[in-house]
T-cell receptor
Framework: NAGVTQTPKFQVLKTGQSMTLQCAQDMNHEYMSWYRQDPGMGLRLIHYSVGAGITDQGEVPNGYNVSRSTTEDFPLRLLSAAPSQTSVYFC???????????FGPGTRLTVL | GENVGLHLPTLSVQEGDNSIINCAYSNSASDYFIWYKQESGKGPQFIIDIRSNMDKRQGQRVTVLLNKTVKHLSLQIAATQPGDSAVYFCAERAFNAGKSTFGDGTTLTVKP
């Protein structure tokens, strides 16, 4: 199994640009989530999904959209990038919200 | 909102000593707790978990203790090694919550 994969590893955007961060898992996990991690801080939940077709907001959802059309994929869309969105983004998955999460390697995003 | 936090942001120990990393939580509905380890440039990795019907759980060189009375969680690492140097996060989930809450993390440095 590849586990949780994320692409790209690094990305630089200009203010106002849009992009999609990709996340995929091959463990047939129902639960997937997106976090952002700022320097010296913990993980803050952006959006999560308890299964295909179901998504919900976390604690910092503004400026981000998600969809879950398949069990495997959970892309995160930045609608209009802002410098405040400069961060490292982690995708995670688990069998359910009651189980340990498996994290991807992260995407380091810089918005100029 | 509910808070999950760690008592100390940094901890430095000598190689071979035991390490204790602490975490306090405030959500009395939390019934599932996880410790993650994050090495530099990588995503968090599951170490050990404990459910609220237990006070103690042991893994290989690691022990998690849960004190529900004072809402306190600790991670003990025996015979700490240089490879244990990382940031350690605790996370908690409530039974009826679809998401985890992470603390800010403790940076463990192991001196040779």
């Amino acid at each position: 199994n590849a586990g949780v994969t994320q692409t790209p590893k690094f990305q630089v955007l200009k203010t106002g640009q849009s992009m999609t961060l990709q996340c995929a898992q091959d463990m047939n996990h129902e639960y997937m989530s997106w976090y952002r991690q700022d320097p010296g801080m913990g993980l803050r939940l952006i959006h999560y999904s308890v299964g295909a077709g179901i998504t919900d907001q976390g604690e910092v959802p503004n400026g981000y959209n998600v969809s879950r059309s398949t069990t495997e994929d959970f892309p995160l869309r930045l609608l209009s990038a802002a410098p405040s969105q400069t961060s490292v983004y982690f995708c995670a998955s688990s069998y359910s919200h009651r189980d340990e999460q498996f994290f991807g390697p992260g995407t380091r995003l810089t918005v100029l | 909102g509910e808070n999950v936090g760690l008592h100390l942001p940094t901890l430095s120990v000598q190689e071979g000593d035991n390490s204790i990393i602490n975490c306090a939580y405030s959500n009395s509905a939390s019934d599932y707790f996880i410790w993650y380890k994050q090495e530099s440039g990588k995503g968090p990795q599951f170490i050990i978990d404990i459910r609220s019907n237990m006070d103690k759980r042991q893994g290989q060189r690691v022990t998690v203790l849960l004190n529900k009375t004072v809402k306190h969680l600790s991670l003990q690492i025996a015979a700490t090694q240089p490879g244990d140097s990382a940031v350690y996060f605790c996370a908690e989930r409530a039974f009826n919550a679809g998401k985890s809450t992470f603390g800010d993390g403790t940076t463990l440095t192991v001196k040779p």
